[in-house]
């Protein structure tokens, strides 16, 4: 996937799972849209689902100490891949 | 120290009507909420009894996400009565917020449509191994799911108690609410209960012979309390929410007072868990008037429990005969009108005798055509009837053997 179709892919999600709609690339999620961690482990499912593999507790947890805006969530998605078991 | 409570906004959602007036007008025209059971696809056609006291009404639930995202249908239902009630209340995000506002809040066992969906990932055929478990689901289905939503909603601090007693989760909501308030640990408490459309609930009453289903194709002709044609109960969804406050802080703040909290009875069967006992019940009837300080002659109209199986019915009255004796209250099952609406029917058992105290009549039990011979020694009330209402009981008891009894007083 491009850049350009995770980005369509996340927005999408934002709309339809979590009602927020458009949110500026850099916006802070949690300051600017209530984004709070219940909502980070379920855009974690979401993204599982989208690429179709799970991800590891490691890379979940990198996720959660490091992500803020879009543009953060949309690098974390282009450098993922399925780790060996 | 020992304070006055009292009741100063109730709200409820019940299979007879969401708003005061649509539950009033059920009572008065003696109007019954329970309708065929709906088929859910699992369990409901295997189940006996065909018959629910179901929620009609078409209520507008219009809560932000934030509120919703760890809200299951148990939770909807515990969020708007008490949204209601502070509305009623015009309770200030302050006081909410004050730290001497608790809540107490119940249900049943959480969301059992909640719990159903996380059970079926165990039999999930789709072959994804990453979890379909919602992170939120557990924050949806726990026991205490809906105190904990109405303190985020609200910004309430105080204390919470979250009873999960079955059938007497909120009768003990209000009591313990009571006792917060009275003993100085609170000065004003959100209690009720709720539970949601579940047809779990009915199979294990199904199972142990319990439920009503003799009426399957006349659903408004059952439950029938204390006639002697009932067979079984009826189980039934709803919520109720009730604020306590200090007496002397509600006069100080003009509060509109619909009654005082003045007794509450709790105690345990202390044996099996499922048969009522009539030392049990005469006990916790009695201990209730002792904390209210009154005498049995005092209460005008009991609330019944009567939940119309065959011997649950039979000793509640042998237990009320035993402590009111020959002249006993005027005695209603309001269960004839709803069904069994398990962890909230305290709650709204209690807020509809409130709402009948209010407007000066009593109504009868629906479906009492034949009186049970062994159900005729106390004092059914004889037909829908002006009666000013000074002191009422809400008798309510639980599997497990709970009982409670809470008495309220007209001011």
Do not use: W
Request: hydrophobic share 40%; aromatic share 8%; glycine share 10%.
């Amino acid at each position: 996937m491009t850049r350009d179709e995770i980005r369509d892919r996340v927005l999408t999600i934002f709309a339809e799972e979590f009602e927020i709609v458009d949110p500026g690339l850099d916006d802070d999620l949690r300051e600017a849209h209530g984004f709070d961690s219940i909502d980070a482990i379920e855009l974690l499912r979401e993204i599982e689902d989208m690429l179709g593999f799970e991800l590891s507790q490691e890379q979940k947890k990198r996720a959660m100490d490091n992500i803020r805006t879009l543009n953060q969530i949309l690098d974390y998605i282009a450098g993922l891949a399925p780790e060996p078991a | 120290m020992e304070r006055r409570v009292v009741i100063t906004a109730a709200s409820a959602i019940s299979p007879i009507g969401h708003t005061r007036d649509e539950i009033l007008h059920s009572l008065q025209n003696g109007i019954s909420g329970v309708q065929p059971l709906r088929d859910d696809g699992l369990l409901s056609d295997h189940i006996h009894s065909q018959v629910f006291g179901t929620v009609s009404a078409d209520i507008p639930f219009d809560f932000e996400r934030k509120y919703r995202k760890t809200m299951g249908p148990v939770a909807f239902y515990a969020c708007q009565v008490v949204k209601e009630v502070v509305e009623q209340a015009g309770l200030s995000p302050e006081q909410l917020g004050s730290g001497r506002l608790g809540v107490a809040f119940g249900s049943t066992h959480g969301s059992p449509t909640v719990q159903r969906g996380i059970y079926e990932t165990f039999f999930s055929k789709s072959g994804k191994r990453f979890a379909s478990i919602g992170a939120v689901d557990y924050l949806k289905s726990m026991v205490h799911t809906t105190a904990v939503n109405i303190t985020k909603m609200f910004g309430i601090t105080g204390r919470v108690i979250s009873s999960s007693t079955a059938c007497t989760t909120s009768s003990q909501s209000i009591g313990f609410g009571y006792e917060m308030i009275r003993y100085g640990m609170q000065d004003a408490m959100i209690c009720g209960g709720a539970d949601e459309y579940d047809t779990t609930t009915v199979a294990v009453f199904d199972n142990l012979l319990a439920c009503s289903t003799a009426f399957n194709d006349t659903p408004s002709k059952t439950p029938r309390p204390f006639d002697a044609d009932r067979d079984g109960l009826v189980v039934g969804e709803g919520a109720g929410a009730v604020l306590l406050e200090d007496y002397e802080s509600a006069r100080r703040r003009g509060a509109d007072i619909l009654g005082e909290v003045v007794g509450f009875g709790c105690n345990n069967n202390g044996g099996d868990l499922i048969f009522p006992n009539v030392d049990g019940i005469t006990a916790t009837l009695k201990i209730a008037l002792e904390d209210a300080r009154i005498d049995p002659g005092d209460v005008d109209f009991i609330s019944a429990h009567a939940t119309a199986t065959k011997m649950g019915d039979v000793i509640e009255s042998q237990a009320i005969r035993n402590v009111f004796g020959e002249t006993t209250p005027m005695v209603s099952g309001l269960k004839s009108y709803m069904g069994h609406t398990m962890g909230s029917c305290g709650a709204i058992e209690t807020i509809l005798s409130l709402y009948m105290m209010a407007e000066g009549f009593v109504a009868p039990t629906l479906n009492l055509d034949s009186i049970d011979p062994r159900c005729a020694m106390i004092r059914h009330t004889p037909g829908l009837a002006d009666y000013p209402l000074k002191v009422v009981g809400v008798q309510n008891f639980a599997f497990g053997g709970v009982n409670t009894c809470l008495l309220i007083r007209k001011m």
